[in-house]
């Protein structure tokens, strides 16, 4: 039985399923003259972004809003956990507030889309208010009206057993808002990067910014109800539910808090990196790694991760930094951190293959046992030469049905190795190598079990992954020297 902690007796207060969006609409060709309409990604009827990516209590908070047609609406801040199995707790509820209808701002260096809004509304976050991913949902004050989230991270600086990352950098390098704009695309249907990791040659220089609000989730699933979230929702959320349920002392930062201050390492036994994680600063790389060498234990409940250096720019709007970056080069040792390389798609089960090893410790698995279709959409494989790694788990994976057309059913099958390897001074880092393994952890309110189009999808919530999961990070835990 875990102690009581600051976010165990945050989760026995009252929930409320109210945070999930009811009323959605998307792109209304009005107001997207000139503007090619791809896919249905904005929701023009009122969106949003905020000023930062996460605050520390006492931080305002500026809420940049866009309406149209214009007109008032409300903000109903809500904290993200388990909450007897509601998801998140109302905070605050602002307004109303006037927005105006604010222009999609024409196409920067590099291709850079960067609003420049009027701020709508500002918020002092209470100095009450503990770590947690939060989402603020945007409705617009009318019968009716249409709703989306903005979305940001409170942070603090208390020691904790676990501190998760969420994947923020990864969300805006595949947001396509306005039309179809990301570090992907070129606001066509064509893809605007098809080159290597390893070809710097084909690398062109794109540069997305923050100053802008989250589309559409719409890369392998098409799911309306997450606009503004980013792929929270999608690939995180079931952690931080499964997390919060269980009574572990956590709390949370953005990927560039870890660029920007990485003195937030020190201040945990256990680092998570989660879901698709795959853009990080080599700042962020080299620094994690240093922590894992002073006993930080590290867990990759990921896939596609650390697979891209990026480099930050300061915003052109307000002259802050952090607001914007640009894809440099493919990450080009990050097995030497995560034990295994980082690839992209993938599809299939985790397969057991060390049944004597404590990270299996009362699943009752054994050797050639399945996890059926817990691998995906991305995953990590060929481990690395670390001393004392082991390879818990492998598996050959399959792509999706125009990959299986075009190679042939037997053509460069991607492999998947979960691996476990000791760190410095006590710690640990283990690889779960799959976007989806979050999926096995839990199924809360407002998440859409993952799903693709060709190539299936996880069968929902595991107690063998739950199990694996809480070995791993009590372990950890326990021999912890920090």
Not at 211 to 224: E, L, S
Not at 325 to 354: A, C, H, I, Q
Request: charged letters at 25%; one cysteine or more; a negative charge.
């Amino acid at each position: 039985m875990r102690e009581a902690n600051i976010i165990s007796e945050e989760n026995k207060k009252q929930g409320t399923y109210l945070w999930q969006l009811q009323y959605t609409h998307f792109d209304n060709p009005a107001v997207l003259v000139g503007t090619p309409l791809i896919r249905r990604l904005r929701s023009v009827d009122i969106e949003g972004y905020v000023s930062k990516t996460s605050f520390e209590p006492g931080d305002s908070v500026d809420f940049m809003v866009s309406m149209f047609p214009a007109g008032n609406f409300k903000i109903d801040i809500y904290r993200m956990g388990f909450y007897n199995g509601a998801g998140g707790r109302l905070m605050a509820s602002l307004g109303s507030y006037k927005a105006e209808t604010q222009e999609v701002p024409f196409m920067g260096m590099e291709r850079i889309r960067e609003c420049r809004w009027e701020k709508s509304a500002t918020f002092k976050i209470p100095n009450d208010w503990p770590s947690g991913v939060y989402l603020g949902k945007l409705t617009r004050d009318e019968e009716f009206g249409c709703q989306s989230y903005v979305i940001f991270v409170v942070k603090e600086k208390r020691k904790v057993d676990v501190l998760v990352q969420v994947s923020d950098l990864t969300w805006q390098s595949y947001n396509k808002w306005p039309s179809n704009d990301s570090i992907y695309q070129d606001g066509t249907t064509n893809p605007y990067y098809s080159g290597s990791r390893e070809s710097s040659k084909d690398n062109a220089t794109v540069r997305v910014s923050f100053d802008r609000p989250y589309a559409k989730y719409q890369q392998v699933m098409d799911v309306p109800q997450s606009i503004g979230s980013g792929e929270f929702l999608l690939w995180e959320f079931p952690l931080v539910y499964w997390l919060e349920e269980n009574g572990y002392d956590v709390k949370y930062c953005s990927n560039i808090d870890i660029d920007e201050d990485p003195s937030i390492l020190d201040s945990a036994k256990v680092f998570i990196s989660s879901g698709h994680d795959e853009y990080w600063s080599y700042k962020m790389f080299e620094e994690v790694k240093k922590a894992r060498d002073n006993g930080l234990s590290i867990a990759f409940l990921s896939g596609n991760s650390v697979g891209w250096d990026i480099e930050f720019y300061d915003s052109n709007v307000t002259g802050e930094k952090f607001r914007g970056f640009s894809r440099k080069r493919g990450m080009p040792n990050e097995d030497e951190l995560m034990g295994v390389k980082t690839y992209g798609p993938g599809y299939g089960d985790w397969v057991v293959t060390d049944e004597n090893h404590w990270v299996y410790e009362n699943t009752k698995m054994v050797n050639g046992d399945r996890i059926v279709g817990i691998i995906g959409f991305e995953h990590h494989g060929t481990p690395a030469d670390i001393a004392g790694l082991e390879v818990i788990a492998t598996s050959p994976l399959y792509g999706c049905q125009k990959e299986r057309l075009s190679l042939g059913p037997h053509t460069d099958v991607p492999v998947h190795h979960g691996i476990i390897y000791p760190g410095g001074q006590g710690g640990w880092v283990f690889n779960a190598g799959s976007v989806w393994w979050n999926e096995g952890l839990s199924n809360p309110p407002g998440h859409i079990p993952a799903r693709t189009p060709h190539c299936g999808g996880t069968l929902g919530v595991d107690d063998r992954v739950q199990k694996i999961t809480s070995n791993v990070l009590n372990r950890m835990i326990i021999d912890s020297n920090r």
